[in-house]
């Protein structure tokens, strides 16, 4: 079937124009070669969608403000905006296929079934990373932007080629707060406040990131139930008798886990939060405070307007010379 040819840069607006009009903050394209080059075989966008010709990554913010300062258990529970990211992602590739009648497909956020619970079937954060959407962190490779702070990502592939963004050109992290801190104490906030300290690394001379070391077993052992819930089982095997039996599986924190498995609820996999509650950029950054972030947008939106003027008049004047 002969399909219509659109212009790239025109079908790429559009397609921004979709994400930014459902909520969505942050819109880039990966280039699809710098993704076959580093996504380990299996794991490639190609293996996903053999004819793809375009990765699309969009972001969307975290919890409001208020949300920074609820405690630990409430925050586990609210600081979560990830539903929402796949949600326009999903439409964005109806978008694409009913408007410009190119195959698309949203790209499931999941683990691979053959490899556990640890790999994905693609790295969103890799395909965000290349896009030039967010920069790896010292808080477990967390993706940070210097205007939005910590964002949720998804993905979409389509067989409609669009021209590529680049990556960031300067990491936001760390933040100078940050390397004051750490040539203080040895230690960035993130590093200083993890429950679990799972979090380590090093900063170079030039205050850039030397090294970032994430012990994702500590992190997964306290705050991702996938983790936790062998372990209630194990120690429901090993109960010396009834009642300890019983208690590792209806204790009060266990019984949240199966409240969670029968009602489905998305928080199943929450994390804890801590690094992003005391970083910088994240509480920060220009437009990651939901109120900021509206007037921010309205803000662009009239020096937009005032430049298209300006330009307009230029334009006048250079005609009447002329």
């Not at 090294?211 to 120690?235: G, N, R, T």
Request: hydrophobic residues 35%.
């Amino acid at each position: 079937m002969k399909r219509e040819k659109f212009d790239p840069h025109f079908v790429k607006e559009e397609c921004e124009k979709y994400v930014k009009k459902k909520g969505g903050l942050a819109f880039g394209i990966a280039n699809l070669e710098s993704l076959e080059q580093i996504a380990p075989q299996g794991h490639n966008p190609t293996s996903m969608l053999p004819k793809v010709k375009t990765v699309i990554s969009i972001g969307v913010g975290g919890g409001t403000q208020g949300s920074w300062s609820a405690d630990a258990k409430t925050l586990a529970y609210i600081g979560d905006t990830e539903t929402m990211a796949y949600r326009i992602a999903y439409g964005l590739a109806f978008f694409i296929e009913s408007r410009f009648g190119y195959r698309a497909i949203f790209v499931p956020p999941d683990m691979d079934p053959e490899k556990g619970a640890r790999v994905p079937m693609q790295s969103l954060k890799l395909h965000a990373e290349v896009a030039g959407i967010g920069a790896r962190s010292m808080a477990g490779d967390i993706l940070l932007h210097p205007e939005f702070g910590m964002m949720y990502y998804a993905s979409v592939f389509t067989e409609l080629e669009m021209p590529p963004d680049q990556p960031m050109a300067e990491n936001p992290c760390p933040h100078p707060s940050c390397v004051t801190l750490y040539k203080r104490t040895g230690q960035t906030p993130c590093q200083k406040f993890c429950p679990v300290e799972c979090l380590s690394g090093s900063i170079d001379e030039n205050d850039q990131i030397e090294e970032m070391i994430y012990d994702s077993h500590a992190c997964a052992e306290m705050s991702q139930q996938y983790e936790a819930i062998p372990s209630v089982l194990l120690d429901t095997l090993d109960a010396k008798n009834p009642i300890e039996r019983g208690m590792a599986l209806h204790g009060p924190e266990n019984q949240v886990l199966w409240y969670k498995l029968s009602i489905g609820a998305g928080e199943l996999l929450s994390l804890c939060y801590e690094c992003m509650r005391v970083c910088p950029i994240t509480q920060t950054a220009l437009m990651a405070n939901p109120v900021a972030r509206g007037a921010g947008m309205r803000q662009k939106i009239v020096e937009a307007e005032a430049a298209a003027r300006t330009e307009h008049n230029i334009e006048q004047e250079s005609d009447k010379i002329k």
